[in-house]
């Protein structure tokens, strides 16, 4: 695939085959979304691959934590609730995701449903938690480096066959991340992506969120 196709083709994908990811592939994923440019070279991500049982009790406890109404307890800092343009674009994604799974709006079950799927990591049989050293959080530098390494492992994943969804809700309650994860305390757990084989036959994986154009993004001064 060329860089085109991969940007232009990907998407967010909400359900995954169950088929194993081999640990060869995710390691050239890894390796090729590394080459993410990083303040001055300090390469401050560190990423920890989870599968099998390890994966299984983070989502069980994440799950039981969320339908028990415990506080969320996440390490990075969220922005509280998006308003104005911020909010449309939301509600829009959320409008294009629920007419494709044919939810309802007033269909609390499925509604429920769909945000457990999110605390399960859409059952992925791959979560990878992003986590950047703990000596450089009071900046903002490691997490913008951060993002970059999670836009070349989403697009590495891509092109190699690989759906993935960037999920903060299975990071909601980052103790039961880093306890079965055994993370360090030196280090600040960021956000995880979901990974494994798209399933095609589930109709949000289908779904394609709108972009805004150039005209609309940037502002060109002097040309």
């Known amino acids: 695939m060329n860089y085109e196709d991969v940007v232009m083709g990907r998407r967010s994908i909400r359900a995954f085959k169950q088929n194993p990811v081999p640990r060869s592939v995710i390691e050239e994923v890894i ?3 590394s080459r993410a440019p990083s303040s001055m070279n300090t390469q401050p991500w560190h990423l920890h691959v989870l599968t ?18 415990v506080p969320p307890s996440k ?3 969220g922005i509280g609730s998006y308003e104005g343009t911020h909010r449309d674009r939301q509600v829009e994604i959320a409008v294009q995701l629920f007419q494709a799974m044919g939810i309802a709006r007033d269909d609390k ?22 986590t950047y050293d703990r000596v450089l959080q009071e900046g903002d530098i490691a997490q913008f480096d951060c993002g970059a390494l999670v836009n070349g492992l989403v697009n590495a994943a891509w092109s190699r066959g690989l759906g993935c969804v960037v999920n903060s809700q299975g990071i909601m309650h980052s103790p039961v991340v880093r306890k079965h994860a055994g993370i360090p305390e030196d280090q600040v757990i960021m956000i995880c992506v979901a990974m494994g084989y798209p399933d095609e036959d589930f109709p949000a994986n289908a779904v394609v969120s709108k972009r805004r154009p150039v005209d609309e993004v940037a502002r060109f001064i002097g040309f």
């Open 52 to 69: 099998g049982e390890p994966f299984d009790r983070i989502r069980a406890e994440n799950t039981e934590r969320m339908l028990g109404g």
């Open 75 to 77: 390490e990075s800092r």
């Open 109 to 130: 079950e499925k509604r429920q449903d769909w945000i457990l799927r999110g605390f399960r990591q859409f059952d992925a049989p791959v979560s990878i938690v992003v």
């Open 31 to 33: 390796a090729l979304a």
